[in-house]
């Protein structure tokens, strides 16, 4: 555990945790999109009326945490630094980061595909 997190509020880890456990269900249906291909249009909707808030919520919380956290860390200014920050002081990777890194993914994916086709 480094110096920070002895320093960073109760309160904040706390959150923290509980938003890790939150992004769990997001990572799983972020990584298993392919499923979600399998389910007819109408179950398709209702899932993504169903996860849509959830993902919302997260997304809102993410905003307060990285908030809470440049007050711990006035340093850093810019919200990339506060996000590599997070990342790399508690293994918290956010949902925004998360779903970049997957659709470079997808993308990086795709165009071999295409190459390989050709």
Do not use: C, V
Not at 48 to 73: G, K, M
């Amino acid at each position: 555990m480094s110096i920070n997190h002895r320093h960073a509020p109760r309160d904040f880890l706390e959150a923290l945790e509980s938003l890790k456990q939150a992004r769990l269900a997001t990572h799983a249906f972020m990584t298993h999109d392919h499923l979600f291909r399998g389910l007819t249009e109408a179950e398709q909707n209702s899932l993504q009326n169903s996860i849509t808030p959830f993902f919302n919520a997260i997304f809102e919380i993410e905003d307060r945490i990285l908030s809470w956290y440049r007050d711990i860390h006035p340093e850093l200014i810019h919200d990339d630094d506060l996000i590599e920050s997070i990342e790399e002081e508690f293994g918290y990777e956010t949902l925004l980061s998360e779903k970049a890194k997957l659709d470079l993914e997808k993308i990086l994916k795709e165009n071999t595909e295409e190459t390989t086709q050709i």
